[in-house]
């Protein structure tokens, strides 16, 4: 990206980061110029270092990136919002690990998405504000398939093409969208959705937040949705994420009942 530049600066949230050599550290970065990338922090891990404190995992920072021999190098670092609130809750923490591993399980170093990047930060902003930490995990997942090219298709039977009507039907990862009631069971794979579920879903699909908002998702119909989601993204990935596992344990922890992932 640094082209014939020595230097550059980024506007960046940190998605984790790795042990580099001796005292470094390999940073993995979604930026607002050039979407993700790798960098290296020389001597982030001495006690004496600087620019430690905001290169944490979740950090908002703007950066100066120097051309490096194999990677670009982080000279400077400066905070633009450590989103504090977020990281003294441990249910938020898992939430917000959860739209970061989704981020950088689909993407790949393949430049500038605006778009994606301001659906990362204004979800770790309404994380930290934290007044329904779960509506927005919702609402971050189906605009983010939006951004990902997955946008799930739930007005047309995605087998026989007809108009999806206002009944419980079936969602199929294999076909990226619904089926009515008719084809779902005849067709392997698919999960069943129930009509709130699929109102809900078109709901966040064409409303801002600030709109969608304005709907009440109890506790069973966010569990419905997150299967369903999981169940997508499980299929598109081929392989279980990591962090709703997590979430469920904590959960589970916290009010001693089991929660199941597999359902």
Request: hydrophobic residues 40%.
């Amino acid at each position: 990206m640094l082209g014939r530049e020595r230097s550059i600066r980024l506007e960046a949230v940190v998605l984790r980061h790795s042990d580099w050599g001796e005292a470094d550290r390999l940073l993995w970065l979604y930026t607002r110029q050039a979407g993700k990338m790798r960098v290296v922090a020389k001597g982030v891990r001495k006690l004496r270092s600087r620019k430690a404190g905001h290169l944490e995992p979740f950090t908002h920072v703007n950066l100066l990136v120097a051309k490096g021999r194999d990677l670009p190098i982080v000279t400077q670092a400066e905070t633009i919002d450590s989103y504090m609130a977020l990281r003294e809750d441990l249910t938020l923490v898992g939430y917000a690990s959860y739209i970061v591993e989704l981020l950088d399980r689909f993407t790949y170093e393949e430049g500038e998405n605006l778009a994606l990047f301001h659906l990362l930060t204004t979800t770790m902003e309404r994380l930290n504000a934290a007044p329904d930490p779960v509506f927005s995990v919702r609402y971050y997942e189906i605009r983010f398939l939006d951004q990902v090219g997955f946008r799930p298709q739930l007005y047309q039977c995605q087998h026989c093409h007809a108009a999806i009507q206002p009944e419980d039907q079936f969602f199929s990862a294999l076909l990226g969208g619904l089926l009515c009631s008719r084809c779902g069971p005849k067709l392997g794979g698919a999960h069943p959705i129930s009509q709130r579920a699929v109102r809900i879903l078109r709901h966040l699909q064409r409303s801002t937040f600030e709109e969608a908002r304005r709907i009440s998702i109890d506790a069973a119909a966010h569990q419905e949705l997150e299967r369903v989601m999981q169940y997508y993204f499980t299929y598109l990935l081929e392989r279980n994420l990591n962090t709703p596992a997590f979430l469920w344990l904590f959960q589970e922890s916290l009010t001693g009942r089991q929660k199941d992932p597999s359902r």
